[in-house]
């Protein structure tokens, strides 16, 4: 189903189109083999796009949320593990962004030019093994030292780090002054002590390579730690950055899988003579709905975003509805991928057809961070009016400022 973009959408989506034609033919390779697909690095480097969410005052493409969306959507269509490794690195060159333009920050103008100039690839390395990734702790322990903090701990699914030069990390200081606090931080992946350990070895997203980073007392100077909030809290910064722009972002990548097993799916039928069928297109249109349903709300979401109003609803009720996005679009691509297999039959199991791949990749959507369990909770706590923690607000005094009375 044709989507109804901005000029400036469509424009990036075209391009995004003919790299994710690429991206689908090296993907079933990189698959097999259980490889990063640094090539596909290298064409959207050329196209741009490892800077597209860098302010145009700052030499990148200055491309909003909304404008990010379409291009992750239509990218994951054709390789649902490239579309995440570099979500992981424009995401988060986002949120930089969105911070710079409100606080005109010189440390984040520094970091975003050297996006621009291509000497900076970002990746987010918060998960732990045995620990849900929610923001509010961490098993990585800090220890103060003079000028800063040493880390010590293993992180798991640290996706993008093949070709990362820099990451947003975690860890505990259970000495703070007040109660233990995480600490947010930047840590350059070549620094001494940091390792990445080949771990990866799944079902789907093989192309991710989201392999195992350890540290071991590893310096990280006191400017480097960005942000810190008390154990246990739901913070506004927190929300305003890494939710509003993951959530979304994972969102896009998840509607795309499903959008492009649609796509495929349709032109199998159709080639077979299957398009008069009944129930091919009660299938096709069972699955076209829920993927406009995903789609629908993204947008919805990156609107909200963009015009700040999602931050009047308070912390944990809009955190609720970054995961609501995200919960929506993975579980979504989910039953797409069960729905279509019911008129496809037994070229749903082919290894020689990129189906069976992209069903394997959709499947990571739904214990990704927001997992499941954790979305519904957060988001019927608040429906509910219950506090699941307590918050940190913008007014830095522990009290969400923004709540709603």
């Known amino acids: 189903m044709n989507r109804c973009l901005t000029p400036r959408q469509q424009e990036l989506v075209d391009i995004a189109g003919k790299l994710a034609d690429i991206f689908a033919e090296r993907a079933p390779e990189h698959d097999r083999e259980n490889t990063f697909p640094v090539e596909n690095y290298d064409d959207l480097r050329a196209a741009g796009f490892l800077k597209l969410t860098v302010p145009t005052e700052l030499g ?4 909003s949320l909304a404008e990010l969306v379409p291009v992750l959507e239509r990218l994951a269509m054709g390789d649902g593990s490239t579309a995440l490794a570099v979500a992981m690195h424009i995401s988060p060159i986002g949120q930089w962004a969105s911070v710079w333009r409100r606080t005109q920050n010189p440390r984040l103008a520094d970091l975003l030019r050297m996006a621009a100039a291509d000497k900076l690839i970002w990746a987010s390395v918060t998960s732990e093994p045995g620990m849900r990734n929610d923001m509010t702790d961490a098993r990585t322990a800090a220890v103060k030292v003079d000028g800063g903090y040493r880390l010590t701990g293993r992180k798991a699914y640290a996706t993008n780090t093949v070709v990362a030069t820099h ?7 259970e000495e703070a002054e007040g109660g233990p606090r995480l600490l947010l931080c930047r840590v350059a992946l070549d620094a001494p002590g940091v390792t990445k350990h080949q771990t990866w070895d799944t079902m789907g997203m093989r192309g991710t390579q989201s392999n195992d980073i350890v540290y071991e007392d590893v310096f990280v100077a006191e400017e480097d730690v960005v942000h810190s909030l008390p154990v246990g809290h739901l913070d506004a910064r927190v929300f305003e950055t890494v939710w509003t722009w993951a959530m979304g972002a994972f969102a896009a990548v998840y509607t795309g899988i499903a959008a492009g097993a649609v796509e495929w799916t349709a032109t199998q039928l159709a080639a077979r003579g299957k398009g008069a069928d009944p129930l091919v297109q009660d299938t096709i249109g069972e699955c076209e709905i829920l993927v406009e349903s995903s789609r629908a ?8 975003v963009a015009s700040r109003r999602i931050f009047d609803l308070g912390v944990q009720e809009g955190i609720a509805r970054c995961a609501l996005v995200k919960y929506v679009a993975s579980n979504n691509a989910s039953l797409v991928m069960r729905r279509l297999v019911d008129v496809l039959g037994g070229a749903s199991y082919s290894r020689k057809l990129p189906y069976e791949r992209m069903w394997r990749d959709a499947q990571a959507g739904i214990f990704m961070p927001m997992g499941n369990q954790a979305a519904r909770r957060i988001i019927g706590a608040s429906a509910l009016g219950v506090e699941i923690a307590p918050v940190i607000g913008f007014d830095e005094t522990g009290h969400d400022s923004r709540a709603k009375s």
């Open 167 to 173: 990451c947003s990390t975690t860890a505990r200081y």
């Open 297 to 304: 709300l993204s947008y919805r979401h990156a609107e909200e």
């Open 60 to 63: 990148g493409q200055g491309a």
